[in-house]
């Protein structure tokens, strides 16, 4: 059966006898990055392809080794290379004439799609291109117009190994149940991260894995896990609604992409407290900053009761950032690992969080390691220049003393 048939079929089976002629509800795609079949996505999906323009700029981009494009009104195409903005060659310029980057991307909006841009001043989601993969796109309005943030995924699942993070990582996934923290600003490669860890027990493990995110950026196919993503906006409302949804859905891992708000942080911590494996992310930089930002979610009145449900729930926290390598050929990642220890857990629950830091000097041999000694390791390798470790450090004084 072709594509054709295929889209037919579905057409016929979501409209029914009786239905009046509209927009198929659903509409199959070509075949994803990571190689596997096509994958359906409901009409809502605020973008079916991509304008031509824009996915020659990206394919431009993709072959100059670029994670990033930005389209901004009135300044040409840049992209981000190694962590650092430069500015696009000048034929990348000549395949988007007179419009701007951005009003391409709103022309090729769905109705969906412009609902969103109208109502919240902007709308995410991710699409695949043909000789790039896929592509995470944030189009929003400014003061002067539309503006686009792109970001290129990489073309398959990269390993712990690849992305140079320590492989004692994947042994956090082995729980039955607990809550996996992945913490750092934007861009600091949160999502890839996640995708590495449950790439492996997708390929490993017997379970029933759901992902939740806003938009889906990696695809997993089924392996020996079964694999559900649900894409916010698209297919649920709310983290929040697709959340509590999914603890009736039989499952054993729950990927949440980000803990936004107070409701969805609540769910997350009963599901990891009840059950469950839940992997998710949050933008902060270190282990107590994460654990701080979490318990001041909630009202005053609650807190000590988040605390100790924390303490319980908890399983690490891996905070990272992306370094510029010293040679020039892409960025190194610096982390830092802390493990719920016994210890741990009582300064969580004690709400002495300024403590944590030094359990992950005294957890060294059991696997924790802190942000300075990562810095260290990457320097004393030649990974990276020690004034880009210094512009990182949370602890200056530390991170003098191990490179000494």
Not at 383 to 403: F, G, K, V, Y
Request: hydrophobic share 40%.
């Amino acid at each position: 059966m072709d594509t054709d048939e295929l889209n037919r079929l579905i057409r016929s089976l979501n409209q029914g006898p009786d239905a009046e002629e509209a927009e198929p509800p659903m509409e199959l795609v070509g075949e994803d990055a990571a190689g596997g079949p096509e994958v359906p996505l409901p009409v809502d999906h605020p973008i079916s392809d991509l304008p031509r323009p824009i996915a020659a700029l990206l394919a431009e981009a993709a072959r100059r080794g670029a994670s990033d494009v930005l389209l901004v009104p009135g300044s040409p195409p840049v992209i981000r290379r190694a962590g650092r903005l430069e500015p696009c060659p000048p034929s990348s310029g000549d395949l988007l004439g007179d419009t701007e980057p951005p009003d391409l991307l709103v022309a090729a909006l769905g109705p969906g799609g412009r609902r969103r841009l109208a109502r919240d001043g902007s709308v995410d989601f991710s699409v695949s291109v043909p000789n790039v993969g896929r592509v995470r796109v944030n189009l929003h309005r400014t003061r002067r117009g539309n503006a686009a943030a792109l970001r290129i995924l990489p073309r398959r699942i990269p390993t712990l190994a690849e992305l140079g993070l320590p492989e004692t990582l994947h042994d956090l996934t082995r729980t039955a149940r607990g809550l996996v923290l992945v913490t750092g600003a934007t861009g600091s490669g949160k999502t890839t991260t996640l995708a590495a860890l449950l790439d492996r027990i997708v390929r490993g493990e017997p379970r029933h894995v759901i992902t939740i995110e806003d938009p889906v950026e990696f695809t997993h196919p089924n392996a020996r896990a079964v694999v559900e993503q649900i894409e916010v906006g698209t297919d649920a409302p709310s983290f929040h609604a697709a959340l509590v949804s999914s603890l009736r859905q039989d499952p054993d891992v729950i990927l949440v992409g980000e803990m936004r708000d107070l409701e969805t942080t609540r769910t997350v911590l009963t599901a990891a407290e009840t059950g469950h494996l839940v992997l998710t992310t949050l933008h902060t930089n270190d282990v107590a900053q994460t654990v701080h930002r979490i318990v001041d979610l909630f009202p005053a009145e609650q807190q000590t009761q988040v605390r100790s449900q924390l303490s319980l729930a908890l399983s690490a926290v891996i905070c990272q950032q992306l370094i510029p390598r010293k040679d020039g050929r892409g960025r190194a990642a610096a982390v830092e690992v802390l493990l719920a220890t016994n210890a741990v857990r009582s300064h969580i629950r004690r709400g002495s969080f300024h403590q944590l830091h030094s359990e992950l000097t005294l957890g060294r041999q059991a696997g924790m390691r802190s942000m300075e000694e990562s810095l260290a390791e990457l320097v004393r390798s030649g990974t990276i220049a020690e004034s880009e470790a210094r512009l990182r450090a949370s602890h200056p004084d530390e991170l003098e003393a191990l490179l000494r």
